[in-house]
């Protein structure tokens, strides 16, 4: 059974920095591409970086330059870097994989930047 929790939410100020993480459990973390979803209130759910088992990574045009995606293959960890935080950075952030053409999620955490 697929299981991700994520983790290092909080409230920030604009221009700070936070750290997620999302733990895996359930699939060879190493083979799958590991993405990270934000969705603020009243809009839909947008992709924010993925990286795939290798370390090739994507990201959205609103976060290039501010956000790393990364990960720990030992560990079955994703992470996501933020920094120079802004306020339109405010929403809940989810971990995702796609496994067997299913997308899995873990349960989000809260990220409001205040201005």
């Known amino acids: 059974q697929v299981h991700l929790v994520e983790s290092g939410g909080g409230l920030v100020q604009s221009g700070g920095s936070l750290r997620l993480a999302c733990t895996a459990s359930?699939?060879?973390?190493?083979?799958?591409?590991m993405n990270w979803y934000r969705q603020a209130t009243g809009k839909e759910r947008e992709l924010v970086a993925s990286?795939?088992?290798?370390?090739?990574?994507n990201y959205a045009d609103f976060v290039k330059g501010r956000f790393t995606i990364s990960r720990d293959n030992v560990r079955w960890r994703v992470f996501l870097q933020m920094n120079n935080l802004k306020p339109e950075d405010t929403a809940t952030y989810y971990c995702?994989?796609?496994?067997?053409?299913?997308?899995?999620g873990g349960q989000g955490t809260q990220v409001t930047v205040s201005s």
């Open positions: 359930g699939i060879n973390f190493r083979l799958f591409t």
């Open positions: 995702n994989v796609r496994y067997r053409g299913l997308p899995y």
């Open positions: 990286i795939t088992g290798s370390g090739s990574t």
